[in-house]
T-cell receptor
Framework: EPEVTQTPSHQVTQMGQEVILRCVPI?????FYWYRQILGQKVEFLVS????????KSEIFDDQFSVERPDGSNFTLKIRSTKLEDSAMYFC??????????????FGPGTRLTVL | DAKTTQPPSMDCAEGRAANLPCNHS???????VYWYRQIHSQGPQYIIH???NNETNEMASLIITEDRKSSTLILPHATLRDTAVYYC????????????FGTGTRLQVFP
């Protein structure tokens, strides 16, 4: 069964450093998402991406964040200068369609980001 | 997006049906009810969704009241592996596809 994969599973970084979290969505999917979950808290939407551009982003997704689909398979989340409060589990998701009755999103296993 | 209300926790004996309720009294006519679950710290997993008719798949059944203000997710024969946090999410406005997760219901299945 096709699945979303994410690398690395755990990333430790120093405050102020740049990190890139990588995701390989399901191959025929067109819509891509990043969510995050701070330990013990809710899953929060960060950004959605379609047709090589951001379609929606949350207040969390400020200028320190960016997303890219550098080739036909990868989808990345970059945090330019990490802060302690960026420590969280980051989930990538993809879907074949979007909106209405087609909002079945497939989530990856997550990358645990720890900022020291 | 409409807000949902779920009980924070529920218990269920293994082999019995687990019935998880959700209130979504402000749901609008074009919004769907989606259910996802999260096992421990894994990525959320889609379970089922519906608009107004009851739905069933290999994982669960979804019962939506006629006024659409509430719904119930039914796991017909709960197993220990169904222990998870279950999220009821209203989604489907055509101008957004983000999922807004609440705190969900923590279902504990016991032997």
């Amino acid at each position: 069964e096709p699945e979303v994969t994410q690398t690395p599973s755990h990333q430790v970084t120093q405050m102020g450093q740049e990190v890139i979290l990588r995701c390989v969505p399901i191959s025929n999917h067109l819509y891509f998402y990043w969510y995050r979950q701070i330990l013990g808290q809710k899953v929060e939407f960060l950004v959605s991406f379609y047709n090589n551009e951001i379609s929606e982003k949350s207040e969390i997704f400020d200028d320190q964040f960016s997303v890219e689909r550098p080739d036909g398979s990868n989808f990345t989340l970059k945090i330019r200068s990490t802060k302690l409060e960026d420590s969280a589990m980051y989930f990538c998701a993809s879907s074949a369609e979007a909106g209405g009755s087609y909002n079945e999103q497939f989530f990856g296993p997550g990358t645990r980001l720890t900022v020291l | 997006d409409a807000k949902t209300t779920q009980p924070p926790s529920m218990d269920c004996a293994e082999g019995r049906a687990a019935n998880l309720p959700c209130n979504h009294s402000t749901i609008s006519g074009n919004e769907y009810v989606y259910w996802y679950r999260q096992i421990h710290s894994q990525g959320p997993q889609y379970i089922i969704h519906g608009l107004k008719n009851n739905e069933t798949n290999e994982m669960a059944s979804l019962i939506i009241t006629e006024d659409r203000k509430s719904s119930t997710l039914i796991l017909p024969h709960a197993t220990l592996r169904d222990t998870a946090v279950y999220y009821c999410i209203v989604s489907g406005s055509y101008n957004t596809d983000k999922l807004i997760f609440g705190t969900g219901t923590r279902l504990q299945v016991f032997p």
